[in-house]
């Protein structure tokens, strides 16, 4: 007999359960001597903690204490002019720490470099827009969806979020449809904490569908007033297809059959 497996909630379980199946991990490879990437390591000495190639990017890992120091050697005598991404990744439930990545791009070289760095919770990092002015809205962006604070930085608030905004999104803790804040914010905001009993929390999940729900869906064939209680059920209406609205709708219909040939 096979073994009885609960469908509850299977959205928030993990579909591969093999005990023996593991992850597959980009390859990594060493630095080959005489070549690019090598000199750029030994342009960085001993600031680079660790480098490797990774799909044909070097990585570089570094002390965060050290970055700006670290960006300008890239910038300035390893020709890495442009800064095509920088965010991070919480690692907090984990190891304790964030990690922070730059993404970096040599135009003449056609090479990149990839910088990553660990953080603790409430620590700080040097802003880099000194040296790459598309670090600006990176940063901010770090800023409203981790909360990590980026010193020196020329307008650090929020970005995408609203300036009064609870939480940081895109934390593992932060609820996927948002927590008590987020439901109510629009409802606080527009028609004030008084209306909260009259228009009810915000419906967050895209793919939640409440069958007594008559305010926020329609009711094709089951037509009843807005806010009317269908707890007892509803009545089946015949659908009226429009003559006029572009073509005839009704015009040429189907044949149904009643039995199949």
């Known amino acids: 007999m096979r073994k009885y ?4 909630n299977v959205q928030g379980k993990s579909y591969y359960t093999d005990r023996f199946w593991v992850a597959p991990r980009v390859p990594r490879s060493e630095v080959e001597e005489g070549s690019h990437f090598a000199d750029v390591v030994k342009a960085l000495g001993k ?25 300008t050697i890239l910038k300035e005598k390893c020709g890495y002019t442009q800064c095509s991404e920088q965010s991070a990744v919480d690692y907090l ?12 791009l040599n135009i003449a070289e056609a090479k990149r470099v990839r910088v990553v760095c660990r ?3 409430g ?5 880099i827009t000194s040296l790459y002015k598309s670090a600006n809205f990176a940063e901010r962006e770090m800023y409203d969806m981790f909360g990590i604070y980026v010193n020196n930085h020329p307008f650090l608030k929020r970005i995408l979020m609203p300036d009064d ?36 929390p ?8 409440d069958r007594y729900d008559t305010k926020r869906f329609s009711r094709v064939g089951y037509e009843v007033p807005f806010g009317a209680d269908i707890s007892e059920g509803e009545k089946e209406q015949a659908i009226e297809y429009s003559s006029e609205l572009l073509v005839d709708y009704n015009k040429n219909a189907g044949k149904q059959l009643d039995e199949r040939k």
């Open 47 to 71: 600031k680079a903690k660790e480098s490797y190639i990774e799909i044909d990017t070097l990585v570089v890992h570094i002390d965060a204490k050290k970055n700006l120091e670290i960006m």
């Open 202 to 209: 915000e419906n967050r999940d895209p793919a939640r569908i």
């Open 123 to 127: 620590e700080a990092i040097e802003s």
């Open 165 to 200: 905004w609870e939480g940081y999104p895109l934390l593992k803790t932060y609820p996927l449809h948002g927590d008590e804040f987020a439901s109510w914010y629009e409802v606080d905001k527009i028609f004030g904490k008084e209306y909260r009993d009259v228009i009810g």
């Open 119 to 121: 953080l603790k919770k």
């Open 5 to 8: 497996v609960p469908k509850d």
């Open 93 to 104: 439930a984990q190891d304790g720490e964030f990690e922070l990545f730059y993404q970096l």
